[in-house]
């Protein structure tokens, strides 16, 4: 009986999806079990498919996985690493020639968010600005959903948003160094970080809880080992853009839950949890 690997696909193209079949031959070996993938289209999608028990294994967005954690639906297997480290910050993009010049210049402007799930895309922007005044509930002139993070940057690029929120990686001067805007056709340029609030923990590879957990140890190594395989590097940074995984650790989640728990309980964004 074949496992199910099932990951957020954001309309990936065909080439993506025959790499990530091979990535998971690849880990299926390994682990001497066999993966098929399921492409959801968004991360609240592919939390509702794991808390139905549709799903053995999904690489998991931090909000998506604290979710299913807290309700008893996952076990951790491996956190993403890339650079060396394990988070990730959220930016907020405008135009170059925006007027909007500080957050508080939000205010009246239309948003473009990925999706309820993500923590860099939608729920950490919404509390950062309301610790700094804005209340992310009536402060804009519209709100749209665009289900992935090229989505947001495009909209703004073509200018159907006036500003987004996406991920970014930070050097040590807080710098960006690698951000979904960066290598997308037409955003050169074009864009310019107004806000940046973080971090973020990276995200998780998680099987079901009730799977067999000799299965879940052989899943882990498989996944850590495919990193470091020639080919499987190649596919893990091109379709996950992550250099390695590690052993699950508990990094920055305990902060994430906390802050999640305290904005939901002020009303700051509808319920994510998943839906049956």
Known sequence: ????????????????????????????????????????????DLAAAMDRGEVDVAWLPPVSFILLDKRGKVTPLVNHHRGGRAEFHSVLLVRTQSTIR???????????????????GYVLPRISLAAMGIDPRTAFASERFFQSHDAVVRAVVGEKADFCATYARLDRAGNPVRGAWMDLHGAEGVLRVLATFGAIPSDVIAARSDLDPATSDALRKAFIDAAYDVRGALLVRDLLGVDEFRPWEDVGYKTLRHAMIRAAAE????????KK
């Not at 500080?102 to 860099?120: I, K, M, N």
């Not at 009303?267 to 998943?274: C, D, N, R, T």
């Open 267 to 274: 009303g700051l964004f509808e319920s994510a949890e998943p």
């Open 102 to 120: 500080t957050p508080a210049g939000l205010v009246g402007a239309r948003a473009a968010w990925v999706d309820r799930h993500s923590a860099s």
């Open 1 to 44: 009986m074949p496992l199910v690997f099932a990951y957020a696909s954001h309309a990936a193209s065909s080439a993506s999806k025959k790499s990530m079949k091979e990535l998971l031959r690849l880990v299926g070996d390994a682990a001497k079990c066999d993966l098929v993938a399921r492409e959801v289209l968004t991360y609240p």
